[in-house]
């Protein structure tokens, strides 16, 4: 297969400017810094900073490849596709591109808010380089897959923001380019549709020998539609090659800079009248512990604040745990062991869950935290953390089960009689 896609030493440089001063300034005192920037040397005041979204990044894409890009927030992912895109120039290397792009990068991508669904399809495909007669071909065709016959004569800005993604993917996927580059944006489609958009880009890719480039931070979902990965790390080339064997070096590093730390996380939703502090593990006679072993008895600690003056009832915490690969595996709630607390003033707590014969196997694994008081969300932190679990004797007869035989394990025996 040809190379369609090369990059070489690709750079991408922001100038970040700090003020010297916190306050806002008033109209006059912001013309008068003006007028005396235009008459001086020494320019505005404060100062800058460089700050390189992407560095010394080099790889090749051969076409019909199915690339997934993964990384963590800030890692340079977007940086990347934008360039591709043609959506920014690079600050230093080069961008080889051989063959039309089509790119899904963020909600409403390539379309014109006043204008209706239809009109934006021939749009899309004339900025594609199509005839009309070309994209009335695959008219019916996208229309049917973004399931939004009904609106095509309304102007897309009163679109909601599912309808936007399902057409804009719709219209990506069925103009015809050679290279697909689509952001993690089918978050915000339901999961029908995100299953639906999988398909089209795996049959795109082996039937029509069509290049998919994709970021998304499922593993499981870059897994199963990817036969290759890009791992970025804080702007840099990490690693690449078997989708596989890239994830598995993301997740054991995400684990292993992973902070159990959550008093200074910003990435948390709620009214905060609930705040999680931290997360300690340890066994039920109080010894810490750093990894836990399959088997055995532990207790998970989870340490929060309640703030303001009312006390606090129907108080609710539950804990989502994810496998290496993003997907939900289990969770422990305190609801449905009918356990709510009540009568909580301002003070510092610590809920403790006790887990009998932890039954996950050999593995890495993260979790988000999750509290309601009377019901509203008072904290949710999503990824909050993350743990490891040793390989253990979980059925007590000397045999390590095997690792690769499911994702957990459960208490069994068997009997033997004559019928």
């Known amino acids: 297969m040809s190379i369609v896609i090369k990059t070489e030493n690709l750079g991408k440089m922001y100038r970040l400017r700090h003020s010297s001063g916190h306050r806002y300034k008033t109209f006059r005192e912001e013309l008068a810094a003006g007028m005396r920037s235009l008459f001086s040397s020494g320019g505005q005041s404060g100062n800058t900073e460089e700050f390189w979204a992407l560095k010394n990044v080099s790889f090749d894409v051969k076409q019909g490849d199915r690339i997934g890009i993964i990384g963590r927030n800030g890692a340079g992912k977007s940086t990347l596709l934008k360039i591709l895109s043609r959506i920014t120039d690079p600050t230093e290397g080069r961008v080889s ?30 900025i594609l380089g199509m005839t009309r007669d070309e994209i009335k071909s695959r008219f019916d065709e996208i229309v049917e897959f973004a399931e939004v016959e009904k609106f095509l004569d309304t102007p897309i800005k009163r679109y909601s923001s599912g309808m936007y993604v399902r057409l804009a993917f719709a219209v990506a996927a069925h103009l015809e380019p050679e290279i697909l580059i689509v952001d993690e944006v089918l ?178 694994y993260s979790y988000t935290l999750f509290s309601t008081v009377g019901g509203e969300i008072a904290d949710w932190v999503k990824n909050a953390g993350s743990f490891f679990v040793e390989a253990g004797d979980f059925f007590q007869t000397g045999k390590l089960p095997d690792a690769d035989q499911g994702a957990f394990y459960i208490q069994h025996s068997f009997s033997l009689n004559k019928e």
Do not use: W
């Not at 499922?218 to 840099?236: D, E, F, H, P, V």
């Open 187 to 364: 978050a915000v489609g339901d999961a029908q549709f995100q299953k639906k958009c999988l398909g089209k880009m795996e049959e795109v890719s082996k039937n029509d020998g069509r290049t998919v480039l994709f970021v998304s931070h499922n593993m499981a979902t870059i897994q199963y539609l990817c036969n290759s990965c890009i791992y970025l790390k804080q702007g840099l080339f990490a690693a690449s090659g078997n989708t596989q064997d890239v994830i598995s070096k993301y997740l054991q590093e995400s684990v292993e800079t992973g902070s159990n730390d959550l008093a200074n996380n910003k990435n948390r939703e709620g009214s905060q009248r609930i705040r999680f502090n931290g997360v300690t593990f340890r066994s039920p006679s109080g010894e810490s512990k750093r990894s836990l072993q399959c088997g055995e008895d532990v207790v998970m600690d989870l340490h929060f604040s309640v703030t303001g003056s009312r006390q606090l009832n129907a108080v609710h915490f539950s804990v989502g745990v994810d496998d290496m690969l993003g997907q939900r595996i289990t969770y422990f709630s305190n609801e449905i062991t009918h356990q709510l607390f009540s009568n909580l003033d301002t003070n510092n707590y610590v809920v403790s869950i006790e887990i009998k014969k932890l039954p996950l196997k050999q593995g890495s």
């Open 97 to 126: 591109i051989k063959g039309r792009v089509a790119s899904l990068l963020e909600v409403g991508t390539g379309f014109h808010p006043e204008l209706t669904g239809k009109e934006n399809i021939f749009l899309n495909g004339s």
